[in-house]
C-alpha cells in the first residue's frame, strides 16, 4: 500500500462548536485526510449547508 491510499483512510473529527476552527482545521489538512466526521455541536451551530459546503 503507498503512502497516498494509506493517508486517504484516515478519518477526523470535527469536534468543535465553531464553523470557523473546523473549516481551518480542513484548510490546514488539505488533501491528508480523505474523510471527516462532523461532531453534533458543530452540525448544531453551522447547519447542514456546512456539510453541502464548497468541498
Do not use: H, Q
Not at 486517504?8 to 466526521?37: M, P, Q, T, W
Amino acid at each position: 500500500m503507498n503512502d497516498t491510499a494509506s493517508d486517504r483512510r484516515i478519518i477526523v473529527a470535527l469536534d468543535f462548536d465553531d464553523r470557523y476552527a473546523a473549516e481551518a482545521l480542513v484548510a490546514r489538512l488539505g488533501g491528508a485526510c480523505g474523510f471527516y466526521k462532523v461532531g453534533l455541536e458543530l452540525l448544531t451551530s453551522a447547519g447542514p449547508d456546512l456539510v453541502r459546503g464548497p468541498w
